[in-house]
């Protein structure tokens, strides 16, 4: 199928921007969507960002305006620009794949990287 390595977490002050950055290998026709989650200590995994195959995106209400999802096709590569970051902002970010491979649906999760926002 599909594996995922995230890179580029860190710590970093309120207002401050940060490049998340995902390698992905495997079966990588086989992918629909590709996108971002986060997971922030005692609360749900919750959407950042997706783009599908066709390059449309989707963000969670809390990131509209301030984070941006984009893709290098030739690299194998997702990014995800994040400006204006909130202490709100930290957690472990994760990012997806689904699609199908021999009929069968799947989907991907890579290991997940911290971002902490903190003065």
């Known amino acids: 199928q599909v594996q995922l390595v995230e890179s580029g977490g860190g710590l970093v002050q309120p207002g401050g921007s940060l490049r998340l950055s995902c390698a992905a290998s495997?079966?990588?026709?086989?992918?629909?969507?590709l996108g971002w989650y986060r997971q922030a200590p005692g609360k749900q995994r919750e959407l950042v960002a997706v783009?599908?195959?066709?390059?449309?995106?989707n963000y969670g209400d809390s990131v509209k305006g301030r984070f941006t999802i984009s893709r290098d096709i030739a690299k194998n590569a997702l990014y995800l620009q994040m400006n204006s970051l909130k202490p709100e902002d930290t957690a472990v970010y994760y990012c997806?794949?689904?699609?199908?491979?021999?009929?069968?649906?799947?989907?991907?999760w890579g290991q997940g990287t911290q971002v902490t926002v903190s003065s």
């Open positions: 495997g079966s990588i026709f086989s992918i629909n969507n």
């Open positions: 997806y794949a689904d699609g199908r491979y021999s009929g069968l649906r799947y989907s991907a």
């Open positions: 783009i599908s195959r066709g390059g449309s995106t």
